[in-house]
């Protein structure tokens, strides 16, 4: 009932909150107080809205899963939750295909950084080198 519903929704916004920290953490750390504060004002009030929604949308609805002849009937709220869900996963991974090409330029500026790195140590080797094959310079 209400009180289920309430529970289900808390335990998802926790379990968001725990999911940023634990990722998000040094990095939250580093932002703002304006960032951190718009962050808030813009997430407490759509956790309000989930809330509301699993509330006021407590109904069965069937649902059919074409062309199986399996039908399953689901609170209203969680056939939207699962969609919404769904959205954000799929927007996560276009999101994460389409910066694939930027990914790979940065593991190639990487290799090709830590590569000259590894070319300054051996030539500041070498120059070392040179150096105490040198005579002393002449005091004079």
């Known amino acids: ?72 009937e689901v609170p209203a709220y969680i056939l939207g939750l699962c969609t919404m869900a769904f959205g954000f996963i799929l927007g996560v991974v276009a999101t994460w295909i389409s910066g694939g090409s930027t990914r790979h330029r940065a593991r190639l500026a990487e290799g090709k950084a830590r590569r000259l790195e590894e070319d300054l140590d051996h030539k500041a080797h070498e120059v070392e080198d040179l150096r105490k094959a040198l005579p002393a310079p002449e005091k004079r």
Do not use: D
């Open 1 to 72: 009932g209400l009180r289920s519903a309430c529970l289900i929704a808390y335990i998802h916004l926790v379990a968001c909150i725990q999911w940023q920290f634990r990722n998000h953490g040094s990095a939250m750390a580093r932002r703002s107080f304006i960032a951190k504060t718009m962050s808030m004002l813009i997430g407490l009030p759509v956790a309000l809205v989930i809330v509301l929604f699993a509330i006021s949308n407590r109904h069965l609805v069937e649902v059919g899963f074409w062309p199986l002849p399996v039908i399953v």
